[in-house]
């Protein structure tokens, strides 16, 4: 007799909704902060993947608002108009490419010199990337790329830069969130260094649609750095 095909171990109706809120409080270099994000859609890797297809996200208009409460300056911390990101499983059969694209724009350390460790200047980004990735288990997977970006703006000596290197990450999910490390090292031609940035996210789940995040940043550049925490409510709609 026939066998009706697989299913997944949770059916997509019964996922996530694809709009989010996300409003949270932190600190970035001696600047606390309270921030609104809102995304129309899809799925970005801290999201629970479950009724998702692993490793697949896509964020479409993702708006970030960040207010700096002791200066008192609300900024437009990042507009994301696409980012995704494409890590297909890797086995003795089949040997896809992994990838991801995203572009918008964000504030940036950076200012006519290269690297900042006082100020943020907004910038337009390209973000590019292509490689491997590997299922370490049934719950985690690890990817390496090359990573390419090219920003441009008013703050830029040149008016735009490029910058090329390794990117290094994993991913896990339990029962009670997901844990995603995400490490990148890019040699810019504007000022011939070496920016390293490495990035910590976990969000533990409140249930289908409510989650806590927690995020942390740290670049540093020979002995300059720049790092941000935040703490902050996730609903889903």
Not at 203 to 230: K, M, N, P, T, V
Request: with cysteine.
């Amino acid at each position: 007799s026939r066998q009706s095909p697989p299913q997944p171990p949770i059916d997509p109706a019964h996922g996530h909704n694809t709009s989010r809120l996300l409003f949270s409080a932190g600190r970035s270099q001696q600047q606390n902060f309270i921030s609104a994000e809102w995304r129309p859609a899809y799925q970005d890797l801290l999201d629970n993947d479950a009724g998702y297809r692993r490793g697949a996200a896509i964020d479409f208009l993702r708006l970030q608002l960040r207010y700096l409460t002791d200066s008192q300056q609300l900024q437009l911390q990042k507009l994301t108009l696409v980012g995704i990101d494409s890590l297909a499983p890797r086995n003795d059969f089949f040997k896809p490419l992994s990838w991801s694209l995203a572009f918008g724009v964000e504030q940036a350390a950076i200012d006519q010199n290269g690297f900042s460790v006082r100020q943020e200047h907004t910038v337009a980004y390209i973000d590019g990337s292509a490689g491997i990735n590997v299922d370490v288990n049934a719950n985690m997977f690890c990817y390496g790329f090359i990573q390419s970006q090219l920003q441009g703006g008013k703050s830029l000596d040149d008016g735009w830069r490029l910058g090329l290197g390794p990117r290094l990450g994993c991913r896990q999910q339990n029962s009670h969130g997901q844990l995603l490390v995400d490490v990148q090292s890019l040699y810019h031609q504007d000022d011939r260094k070496l920016t390293s940035t490495a990035r910590l996210g976990y969000q533990w789940q409140l249930g289908i649609d409510d989650a806590l995040r927690l995020q942390s940043e740290y670049q540093r550049q020979q002995q300059q750095h720049w790092h941000s925490i935040e703490l902050g409510w996730a609903h889903y709609y």
